[in-house]
C-alpha cells in the first residue's frame, strides 16, 4: 500500500511569483545581513570596504541568479544544482551537491538562522546570546556550546519542521505574512533610523582596530564567504520549480526581483548600521541590529525592533526548512539520494522524511559557533554554485537549450565573472581560513564515499 501511494503521490504546482519571490528574499534576508556586519568590522576595519564588499556580493549574487535563470527554464524540476549537475557532470557530482546542500546549503544555514534568533531575543533575556552559553566544550573553530539560545534555537526549528510537514500551501501563508513583516521591519527601520535616529555620519570616515592579521586584499575577499552567505538565498525558488506555476515565466522572474529587492535593502541597512555605531563599538557583535536600534533610538525602542528582526529571522528558518527537502526529494526519486526522502504524505503531499531529517541535523548543528557556521557554509555553497554555473558552458552546446536574453548579452562575461570570483574565495578560504574549509572539504569527502560505497548502480 505505502509503495503504492508513492507512486501515485507527487508534489502539486501551486505557489506563484509572489510566494517563489518571497522565498528568494526570506532565504536571502536572513542571518547573514543580521549577523554578519560586525564580525566584518573587526576583519576590514574600515566602512568603505563594509560596504564594498556587500556591493559586490550583490553584484556576484546578480550574475548567479542570471546565469541559474537559465538554468530553471530549461530544467523546470525541482532539485536546483543537483539537476543541474547530474545533467551537466554525472550523477556522482549531482549526488555531492544534494549531500551538501543538506549539510552546508540548508540545515546548517537554518542552524545559524536559530541562533541568530535567539541571539537578537539575548536583548530581553541575555542568556540566549550564543556568548553566555554555560556550558562549552573544546575552544576556538572546534568549540561546541550548549544553553538557553541552542534550546530556543531547536525549538524554532522543530516548530516550523513540523508546520512544514502539513503541506506546502499552509506553509506558502505564513511565509507569506512573515515576509511581508520581514520587509515592513527592515524597511521602517532605515527610514526611522535617518529620520529620527541618533546618528553620525562621521562613523564612515572612523577606522576599527582590525582583529584579522590577513592582509586587506586576502581579508576583502574572505570577507566576500560572509556576503555570499547573505545573498545565498538568490538560487531559493530553483529548489521549488517543480511546484511553480509556469515555471519559465515564474523562475527567472522571481530570482530577478528578489535578487534586486534584497540588494537594496541590505546597502539600506548597513548604511543605518554604521550610522548608528562606531565600527570600534560594532566589532564581533552578532546581534548588530540590536545594537543599531539602541544607539538609534534608545533601549526601549530598540526592544520592539529587537524583537521585530527577531520576528524576520523566523521567516527566514521557514523559508530554509520549506526549500531543502525539495532537493533530497528530487535526488531520491531519481534513486541518487536515500530512497526515504521520497516519500510523500499522502494527504499533505510534503516529502515528510526529508523535513524531519533535515530539522534534526539542523537541531544538532546549533551546537557550532556562529563564525563557524557562516564561514562553512559560504566555502561549501560557493564550490558547487560555482560549478553548476559553469555547467552552462557544457549545455550551450546542446541543440534545443533556451538561451536566456540577459545572459547571453556579453556572453559569456556573466557566468565568468561568477566562475572567476567564486575560485578566489574558495583559493583564499582553503589559506586563510583552514578549519571551516577544511570541514567543508571533508564533508565533500564523506559524500563521495557514501555515493560510491552505497549508491553507484554496479
Known sequence: MATQLQGKVGLLRQLGFVSATALVVSNMVGMGIFGATGFMAGDLGSAPLILAVWLGGALFAL?????????????????????????????????????????????????????????????????????????????????????????????????FSILNCLGVRRTARVQNALTATKLVVIVGFIALGFMIGTGSW????????????????????????????????????????????????TLPAALAAG??????????????????????????????????????????????????????????????????????YAMAKNKAFFKAAAIVHPEWHTPVVAILSQGICAMLMTLTPFPQLVLYIGFSLTFFTVMSVASLFIFRRRPGWQKLRPVSFCFPAIPLSYILVGVCMIGYGIILQPAASITALATIGAGAAVYHVWLRPH
Open 202 to 249: 562621521s562613523h564612515f570616515s572612523e577606522r576599527a582596530v582590525r582583529t584579522s592579521t590577513a592582509p586587506l586584499p586576502a581579508q576583502f575577499v574572505i570577507s566576500l564567504l560572509w556576503a555570499m552567505v547573505a545573498y545565498s538565498g538568490w538560487n531559493a525558488a530553483t529548489y521549488v520549480a517543480e511546484e511553480l506555476r509556469r515555471p519559465a515565466r
Open 259 to 328: 535578487t534586486l529587492l534584497v540588494t537594496a535593502l541590505f546597502i539600506g541597512l548597513n548604511v543605518i548600521f554604521i550610522y548608528s555605531t562606531p565600527l570600534e563599538s560594532m566589532k564581533g557583535v552578532l546581534a548588530v541590529g540590536s545594537l543599531a536600534a539602541s544607539n538609534l533610538f534608545g533601549p526601549q525602542v530598540a526592544g520592539t525592533f529587537s524583537a521585530l528582526m527577531a520576528v524576520s529571522l523566523m521567516a527566514t528558518v521557514n523559508a530554509e526548512v520549506t526549500i531543502g527537502p525539495r532537493v533530497y
Open 63 to 159: 550574475a548567479g541568479a542570471l546565469s541559474y535563470s537559465e538554468l530553471g527554464i530549461n530544467f523546470p524540476s525541482s532539485g536546483g544544482e543537483y539537476v543541474y549537475l547530474t545533467r551537466g557532470f554525472g550523477p556522482a557530482w549531482g549526488f555531492m551537491t544534494g549531500w551538501i546542500s543538506f549539510f552546508a546549503g540548508f540545515s546548517a544555514p537554518i542552524a545559524a538562522a536559530s541562533l541568530a534568533f535567539s541571539d537578537y531575543l539575548g536583548y530581553f533575556y541575555p542568556s540566549l546570546k550564543q556568548a553566555n552559553a554555560p556550558y562549552v566544550f573544546g575552544s576556538g573553530a572546534f568549540s561546541i556550546r550548549l544553553g538557553s539560545g541552542q534550546a530556543l534555537a531547536c525549538l524554532l526549528i522543530a516548530g
